[in-house]
């Protein structure tokens, strides 16, 4: 994959973080209609019949509020993150989700139950801080640097146990599986290799 962000790529990231924002929103909708019915599959630490839970807590959340302040930093970052391919996109999306739920589940309050797609925003703030140095390529390095200008302050803070009924636990794991995703998923040597100026993969030798 070349360095530059094409065309496609820009359409495809605004695709794919359209469909993640309407599905986050489909789920309030129905869970607003059902009279919170759904909430119920946010996470419950530490018991074997929550575990797949962690897969659905991040589209679930508790009011509009809740869900308000969440859909601009992830339609944001989800869009910086898609950039480079959906369907790596969502495999950091799974492995945020994996990492932080789990996390939330191991570590969270007993009785108490953790939900909302923060868990997913704070992956992606760690993965595009991290993914530009995990890939060697300069342009991402400076949209993490972008990043962290703009939510680094505030994010810091919600990663500390702080607030009543705001899981840091959410932030800190979803953060966790962020620089896990940007590390497992990095590019391979030969591609860094191949996008580096004036170098071309190499072919089979010439006698």
Known sequence: MSSRISISGVRDAVLITGVLIGAVWAVQFVNYTTDDSLVTHGVTPRRA??????????????GTGHIVSNTFPLMLLGFLAAL????????????ITVVGGFGVWLTAPSGSNTAGASIL??????????RGFADRRVLDVLIGFAVVALYGSSFAIGLLPLAEGVSWQGHLFGLIGGVVAAVALRRRRHDARRD???LAPAGPPIV
């Open 84 to 95: 480079r391919g959906v369907a790596r996109f969502l495999l950091v999306l799974l492995t």
């Open 121 to 130: 925003v704070f992956g992606l703030f760690g993965y595009l801080i991290v």
């Open 196 to 198: 580096a100026p004036g």
């Open 49 to 62: 019949d929550e575990l797949p839970d962690i897969l659905t807590a991040p589209f679930l959340h508790f």
